[in-house]
């Protein structure tokens, strides 16, 4: 691949110089010898256009073309002129050289791909993030007006009562509801004639079962101890049944 550049800096007892490249960081080495038309100094400033080919583990200037002196009207697939003569020798040499550029151009275009892919997957977990928290205070609100509705319930069917307040048990499962979307523990609430409401409110229901190995869930073990006779679910007597089974 040919490239275009201005000759920077020329040295003429020593026959070597440097080419300029718009956009390139780094000045082109090339010497005299690769020159053409020699009896002609390279002059400052002069256009070129050349190819990138390596000597002795070097890369430099080779097969110049000086553009100031002869204008270029086409070019072969090697993007060499066509009155110009081309041994096959010298057309692998063009082909060895596109190469060279070719990684060249590839390593500035991957960095520029994965910042991209990079921000794109910033966007989207982001915006996952924010769903989740949508969605976990609307959670926290539902089971605030199913608290509310409960005890709406309980003043209905028992006539006018303090406000209810959550045991230290609830408070504790509703705080836990609030950080894990949880289903909190079933609220504190006298017994007898309120049993029926909490049963309907929740689900469950006594129904003779008394031990751990019995239960689903650890909702429905509260249920029990709280609301059932002869459960033998609770054997330290702290409030808090099925411990080992269900984690807590």
Same mark, same amino acid.
């Given at each position: 691949?040919?490239?275009?550049?201005?000759?920077?800096?020329?040295?003429?007892?020593?026959?070597?110089? @440097?080419?300029? #490249? %718009?956009?390139?960081? =780094?000045?082109?080495?090339? +010497? $005299?010898?690769?020159?053409?038309? &020699?009896?002609?100094?390279?002059?400052?400033?002069?256009?070129?256009? @050349?190819?990138? #080919? %390596?000597?002795?583990? =070097?890369?430099?200037?080779? +097969? $110049?073309?000086?553009?100031?002196? &002869?204008?270029?009207?086409?070019?072969?697939?090697?993007?060499?002129?066509?009155?110009?003569?081309?041994?096959?020798?010298?057309?692998?040499?063009?082909?060895?050289?596109?190469?060279?550029? &070719?990684?060249?151009?590839?390593?500035?275009?991957?960095?520029?791909?994965?910042?991209?892919?990079?921000?794109?997957?910033?966007?989207?977990?982001?915006?996952?993030?924010?769903?989740?928290?949508?969605?976990?205070?609307?959670?926290?609100?539902?089971?605030?007006?199913?608290?509310?509705?409960?005890?709406?319930?309980?003043?209905?069917?028992?006539?006018?009562?303090?406000?209810?307040?959550?045991?230290?048990?609830?408070?504790?499962?509703?705080?836990?509801?609030?950080?894990?979307?949880?289903?909190?523990?079933?609220?504190?609430?006298?017994?007898?004639?309120?049993?029926?409401?909490?049963?309907?409110?929740?689900?469950?229901?006594?129904?003779?079962?008394?031990?751990?190995?019995?239960?689903?869930?650890?909702?429905?073990?509260?249920?029990?101890?709280?609301?059932?006779?002869?459960?033998?679910?609770?054997?330290?007597?702290?409030?808090?049944?099925?411990?080992?089974?269900?984690?807590?």
């Amino acid at each position: 691949m040919f490239l275009e550049g201005q000759v920077k800096h020329y040295n003429a007892e020593r026959g070597f110089g @440097f080419i300029r #490249v %718009e956009g390139e960081s =780094k000045d082109i080495f090339f +010497h $005299i010898k690769d020159y053409p038309n &020699k009896q002609i100094e390279p002059k400052l400033g002069e256009r070129l256009k @050349f190819m990138i #080919v %390596e000597d002795q583990g =070097k890369l430099k200037a080779g +097969h $110049i073309v000086r553009l100031d002196l &002869k204008s270029v009207d086409e070019t072969n697939d090697f993007g060499v002129p066509c009155n110009t003569k081309v041994s096959e020798h010298e057309a692998a040499a063009y082909v060895t050289a596109d190469k060279v550029t &070719k990684p060249a151009v590839r390593s500035k275009v991957l960095p520029v791909i994965g910042v991209l892919i990079i921000a794109v997957m910033a966007v989207l977990v982001y915006g996952k993030y924010q769903a989740y928290r949508e969605q976990k205070q609307a959670r926290v609100k539902q089971l605030m007006q199913e608290q509310q509705n409960i005890v709406a319930e309980q003043r209905k069917a028992l006539g006018d009562l303090p406000e209810q307040v959550l045991s230290e048990s609830g408070k504790q499962n509703l705080k836990s509801a609030s950080d894990t979307d949880a289903v909190p523990a079933s609220l504190h609430r006298p017994a007898g004639s309120v049993q029926s409401i909490e049963q309907t409110a929740s689900g469950f229901k006594c129904d003779g079962r008394t031990h751990c190995s019995q239960m689903r869930s650890y909702e429905e073990a509260v249920f029990f101890i709280r609301n059932c006779p002869n459960t033998q679910m609770d054997g330290n007597n702290d409030g808090e049944p099925c411990e080992r089974q269900f984690g807590r």
